[in-house]
């Protein structure tokens, strides 16, 4: 098959959000090393990381407004270039309180990206979901690697050059999307202060059945899902009695999964009936989190990374459904819209998850996680099955 222009604006807008996700991971393998150097407690680094991810769900509507006046290229260019600017001044932080500004402003120039350049595929492509798909496994990519390239750094020559790694890998993925990706038109270059945007724009598009409903979905599920990935590691390490070696292992099982799976659910999505696929998704993925319970052996915590990896996936179908209702004008700020809540509600996962676990043990807090993903399945199913929100 032929190479086309719209495969390059694919692979560097993955690119792209390898660069994203990469700044926003690396920091957790040498968070020990941070503690250290600064004198602070869990608690405080925990602020910090929380408000980084805070930041980043928050841009989400911003970056289709500003992609809507200013064109899509620029505002990819700006959120890559300003992860990478943020990193670095997270890595030279004289004091805790640089270090903790410099991790928010990077969480909200890296929130930038992913919106505008779904809305970007989605003009360039047919197979919305394919595209999506494939552009998400910028994420687990960057799920694999950053954790290890951070924490080789970090243990030879502390963290500061571990974070700071972000720089290297962004400057040239920067330059070849300067060079490659031809200039994109603003949507809306008359947008003023006469026209609907801010608060009002934003609840115009939140007040939609279709929207509101998916938010809801994504939020409970996302939830589980940001609390899993904060302490998987921690749950197989203090409930099944894994290594950490071991349980890292798993952890980067997960990762490997989940990039696969979300390329094979995208393209499924474009064939299938998109809700179907949701739907099947996360009835998979309330299976593998219940599996987490039965037991430490191998073959059924392998079971338990597999199905849940899969359910992860769903967001590759449901996400082309929300560009699917969406006007090809409306479909930079109404995506924000819809990546906002749901990011910034499901963002509270790993503090909820962490909580549970102080105060009800491992094992209560994994069934908590099991009703709210089947929660999740039954309000999808149910509006399939009924069609109240199409």
């Known amino acids: 098959m032929q190479w086309q222009y719209r495969d390059t604006v694919l692979v560097l807008c993955t690119l792209a959000f390898f660069v994203t996700y990469f700044a926003r991971v690396a920091v957790s393998p040498v968070v020990p090393f941070i503690t250290d150097d600064f004198t602070i407690s869990n608690t405080q680094i925990g602020v910090a990381l929380s408000g980084m991810w805070i930041a980043y769900g928050l841009t989400q509507y911003p970056s289709g407004v500003l992609a809507d006046r200013f064109g ?26 640089v270090l903790f500004l410099g991790l928010v402003g990077l969480g909200g120039l890296a929130g930038l990206h992913y919106t505008v350049a779904s809305a970007l595929l989605s003009r360039t492509y047919d197979d919305i979901g394919t595209a999506i798909g494939l552009h998400s496994l910028g994420a687990p990519a960057a799920g694999l690697l950053a954790p290890i390239a951070s924490a080789w750094i970090g243990v030879r020559y502390g963290w500061r050059p571990a974070v700071a790694l972000v720089v290297l890998v962004a400057v040239p993925i920067f330059v070849a999307f300067l060079w490659y990706v031809k200039p994109t038109p ?103 989190l219940a599996l987490f319970l039965v037991g430490p052996a191998f073959l059924v915590v392998g079971a338990a990374v597999l199905l849940f990896g899969i ?3 769903f967001f590759a179908a449901q996400e082309p459904k929300i560009l699917d209702s969406l006007s090809e004008t409306d479909r930079n700020a109404g995506f924000g819209v819809f990546r906002t809540v749901y990011v910034v509600g499901g ?40 069609g109240i929100y199409n």
């Open 311 to 313: 359910g992860n996936s």
């Open 72 to 97: 899509e290229k620029r505002i990819i260019l700006l959120s890559v270039g300003g992860t990478a600017t943020l990193s670095f001044i997270a890595a030279i932080a004289p004091a805790f309180a």
């Open 186 to 288: 603003p949507r809306r270059p008359e947008q003023g202060s006469d026209q609907p945007a801010g608060i009002e724009l934003f609840t115009s598009f939140l007040l939609r059945p279709t929207i509101a409903f998916a938010a809801l979905v994504a939020i409970i599920a996302m939830f589980v899902i940001n609390g899993l990935i904060s302490f998987l590691p921690t749950f197989l390490v203090e409930f099944h009695g894994y290594s950490p070696t071991v349980a890292g292992a798993v952890f980067s099982a997960y990762f490997i999964v989940r990039a696969g799976a979300q390329t094979g659910v995208g393209a499924i999505s474009d064939r299938f009936d998109r809700d179907f696929v949701v739907s099947g998704c996360l009835l998979l993925g309330t299976v593998g």
């Open 347 to 386: 963002s509270t996962g790993s503090i909820g998850v962490g909580a549970l676990a102080d105060f009800v043990g491992w094992h209560q807090t994994f069934v908590v996680l099991v009703v709210l993903f089947a929660v999740s399945f039954g309000l999808v199913t149910l509006n399939r099955v009924f």
